[in-house]
T-cell receptor
Framework: DAKTTQPTSMDCAEGRAANLPCNHSTISGNEYVYWYRQIHSQGPQYIIHGLKNNETNEMASLIITEDRKSSTLILPHATLRDTAVYYCIVRVEYGNKLVFGAGTILRVKS | GAGVSQSPSNKVTEKGKDVELRCDPISGHTALYWYRQRLGQGLEFLIYFQGNSAPDKSGLPSDRFSAERTGESVSTLTIQRTQQEDSAVYLC??????????FGPGTRLTVT
């Protein structure tokens, strides 16, 4: 699975959009971009995934660049409950294990 | 419906003792995964079960670690002769064959 690079931490004001970047320059043609998050003392939670088209669900939007070498997870109206570690993972769709990096610590502040 | 459950939620054991951690996956999920998360670190893959296929044990750190799963039901992770470096949160996840992984709340293991 391709390696990803994410900023160590980010701050966001409550009610504003949180934009979390991820670089995956070695992504292969059959690999998807997955996002999970882990709120303190809980297990990770699936957010969204995509191949090359932008995706949106009730939690977030995923914007993937045309060359697929980077992506951005967007939380449109961040709340204090969105404070968590966000993991960007690249792998084949529905492959077996997830390989977690260090992720980005997102702090939403009032 | 019920999510993935794990027991116990917390376990304190003495160095050298054996421990068993239990995972109850979501009903109908054919795949089950175990991960470990040491304090302040990311998740490490341990083992993966998919239906009746041979499990992927590539992440088990030593032969003190083993896991079993009967059919598509409960799984048990066993750590023999525990060491202090085994202290971590052990997370279980399950998924349908082509679905997303859903994680349980984890078992916090402390080896004293």
């Amino acid at each position: 699975d391709a390696k990803t690079t994410q900023p160590t931490s980010m701050d966001c004001a409550e009610g504003r959009a949180a934009n979390l970047p991820c670089n995956h320059s070695t992504i292969s043609g059959n690999e998807y971009v997955y996002w999970y998050r882990q709120i303190h003392s809980q297990g990770p939670q699936y957010i969204i995934h995509g191949l090359k088209n932008n995706e949106t669900n009730e939690m977030a939007s995923l914007i993937i660049t045309e060359d697929r070498k980077s992506s951005t997870l967007i939380l449109p109206h961040a709340t204090l409950r969105d404070t968590a570690v966000y993991y960007c993972i690249v792998r084949v769709e529905y492959g077996n294990k997830l390989v977690f990096g260090a992720g980005t610590i997102l702090r939403v502040k009032s | 419906g019920a999510g993935v459950s794990q027991s116990p939620s917390n376990k304190v054991t003495e160095k050298g003792k054996d421990v068993e951690l239990r995972c109850d996956p979501i009903s109908g999920h054919t795949a089950l995964y175990w991960y470990r998360q040491r304090l302040g670190q990311g998740l490490e893959f341990l083992i993966y079960f998919q239906g009746n296929s041979a499990p992927d044990k590539s992440g088990l750190p030593s032969d003190r670690f083993s896991a079993e799963r009967t059919g598509e039901s409960v799984s048990t992770l066993t750590i023999q002769r525990t060491q202090q470096e085994d202290s971590a949160v052990y997370l279980c996840a399950s998924s349908s064959y082509r679905g997303q992984q859903y994680f349980g709340p984890g078992t916090r293991l402390t080896v004293t």
